[in-house]
């Protein structure tokens, strides 16, 4: 009897609590979990961001050139898919952390996205379901936007896309970030390292895009490149399931954002109630169904230690004193009843969105790489020796510096600053996160300088209004990529380890779609930047800036100083909420 109680005991104290494998059975420590499960997800990542990137990158040709739409429209319309792609990130994250796990989302959304790259596929194979073809300015071939049917399976495929995108980036980055301990320093710096090495395979998938794929796009026609896609987010499948007996996967913890409405509701009419010390008591209970801890660091224990108190031992803290009150005076209603853990865990939530904020204005930058920075390397010389080189495929520029400094980030510059600062990460999340922003700052200082130079060459050359590639390479172009793309490397993986750590453990794989969701409102706030540009522009001139059928007939220069003057206020800003911010968890953040 004694002997069947030790080993159940030992057999209790080997389980990731928390957490089942792939049959909704306990996962166990040895057997589940580990960076050679998260590998199964790097893999995946290079597969997904081929399947959407190949087609992203280039998406503004296809549809100026096969579909007929003006550079302007082509170029909101862009950024209008990519901006729903990644804002549907947060319904991932949501229905991983309240009802599914990170595992089946991604199975869910690849399938999802599978779907809709074979219709667009087929749209690109048969000649019926696309515009007739056109000789831009030929008035005896006018050009026909594409509308009705066509254009109704155009953007179902398109949508269903960036449905199923959303879904992967909603619980792909997180369902790899569980799978180690972060009890452990070890387990902290493998989860680091696996971030750096996400951004890394984000990028490997993105170089076969954006030079392999875009070359057979614009080379041997759409529905070659419509068709890898299709092949490679199927193969990820496999490569996902074949992980399944080692991964450990987290169980949902119920809807996050109920957590987070009730306490603000509670907080907002428990305003002009009196305070009740006996109720602010029994409200100090813990909560069965919020795991989460509190996390406090001792001021004489190492950097690394962390104390795990429970919320009924815990009072309120002081910051964000007025939502104090959704645990301090008595509740209108037994369901606004809240515990000092639930509290804490909004506060946690409210304090990050402002960081949040702050990244939309270099996301809305980086917008730019996809729409007018291609349209510019359209009209430049692209060729290099006989080969011409498509003017989609710039992105590799920033892609192979994000491929070569990764590791070097991860395996140099993180060992040689946490020795240099004696903390666990090195260089902290926010800290990276301002770098780049300021990079961003100096791309668009830079993109407006080349885009003068561009001009110049083309009234010089008297070839404003030819459709000729101008005497000038591309190599220009790279410039404003190379920054833009070091911009991305810095914040993205800052951003995703950032939310991950900072938010509660039963909010994390929402908290981690902040990182697309910023994304996704700065391709909004670029299209809203170019209306909003247009109208104003319109008004105090006969020519609006960023209007027309020809590249050349834009200010675009103009364009982009105002995003430079933009991100230079909002890197401003970003200091100020920075500079105040206080981590949750302990490592090298201070």
């Not at 070890?186 to 890394?200: A, E, L, P, W």
Request: charged letters at 15%; hydrophobic letters at 45%; proline letters at 5%.
């Amino acid at each position: 009897m004694e002997q069947e109680q030790q080993i159940s005991s030992s057999s209790n104290s080997s389980r990731w609590e928390g957490y089942v494998d792939w049959r909704n059975k306990p996962a166990f420590r040895g057997r589940h979990g580990g960076m050679v499960a998260a590998s199964f997800v790097l893999v995946v990542e290079v597969l997904e961001n081929l399947a959407y990137l190949a087609n992203a990158s280039n998406l503004v040709m296809y549809l100026s050139t096969y579909m007929h739409l003006s550079p302007s429209k082509a170029a909101n319309n862009v950024t209008d898919f990519m901006g729903t792609a990644f804002l549907l990130a947060l319904l991932g994250g949501f229905l991983s952390d309240a009802f599914f796990t990170t595992y089946h989302i991604y199975l869910i959304s690849a399938v999802i996205e599978f779907l809709g790259l074979v219709l667009l596929t087929v749209q690109a194979r048969l000649p019926s379901l696309k515009p007739p073809p056109c000789t831009p300015g030929n008035p005896n071939s006018p050009c026909q936007e594409i509308g009705g049917g066509k254009a109704g399976l155009l953007f179902i495929g398109l949508y269903m896309v960036a449905l199923g995108v959303g879904g992967i980036k909603g619980s792909l980055p997180t369902h790899g970030a569980e799978q180690f301990d972060e009890s452990t320093p070890q387990g902290r710096k493998q989860r680091s390292t696996f971030f750096n090495f996400f951004v890394f395979s984000l990028a490997c998938g993105g170089l076969i895009a954006v030079t392999l794929v875009v070359w057979i796009e614009d080379n041997k026609g759409w529905e070659w490149g419509f068709g890898i896609s299709t092949i490679s987010i199927l193969l990820s499948i496999p490569v996902f399931l074949a992980g399944s007996t080692l991964y450990r996967n987290k169980i949902p913890c119920g809807s996050p954002l109920t957590t987070i409405l009730k306490v603000l509701v509670a907080a907002a009419l428990n305003k002009c109630i009196t305070k009740s010390p006996s109720n602010a008591i029994a409200s100090m209970a813990a909560s069965p169904s919020s795991p989460t801890p509190i996390m406090t660091k001792q001021p004489d224990q190492p950097q690394t230690a962390i104390e795990l108190k429970h919320s009924s031992t815990e009072t309120p803290t002081q910051s964000l004193k007025f939502l104090n009150r959704a645990v301090l005076n008595k509740p209108l209603h037994d369901s606004l009843q809240c515990t000092v853990q639930q509290l804490e865990e909004v506060k946690i939530v409210l304090k990050i969105l402002p960081i949040f904020g702050c990244t939309i204005m270099l996301n809305c930058c980086l917008a730019q790489l996809s729409t007018f920075s291609v349209q510019q390397a359209s009209t430049m010389d692209t060729k290099l020796g006989s080969f011409k080189v498509p003017p989609a495929s710039l992105p590799i520029f920033p892609l192979v510096f994000i491929i070569i400094l990764a590791p070097l980030y991860d395996q140099f510059i993180v060992p040689f600053f946490r020795k240099a600062t004696k903390s666990e990460m090195g260089i902290s999340h926010l800290q990276r996160i301002g770098i780049g922003l300021a990079l961003s700052i100096v791309a668009m200082a830079i993109a407006a300088l080349v885009e003068i130079k561009r001009k110049r060459v083309a009234t010089r050359a008297a070839m404003l209004d030819s459709t000729e590639p101008l005497p000038i390479t591309f190599f220009w172009i790279a410039l404003q990529y190379l920054f833009l793309g070091s911009a991305d490397l810095f914040t993205l993986a800052g951003l995703l380890e950032f939310f991950f750590t900072e938010a509660p453990s039963s909010m994390r794989s929402l908290a981690t779609s902040l990182t697309w969701a910023s994304l996704a409102m700065g391709y909004y706030l670029s299209s809203l930047i170019v209306s909003v540009v247009n109208d104003v522009s319109g008004k105090f001139s006969d020519h609006k800036w960023l209007a027309g059928s020809k590249l050349n007939s834009y200010h675009l220069e103009r364009f982009y100083w105002l995003m430079c003057v933009l991100s230079g206020l909002n890197f401003l800003h970003y200091l100020f909420w920075a500079c105040r911010y206080k981590y949750r968890t302990t490592g090298a953040n201070e």
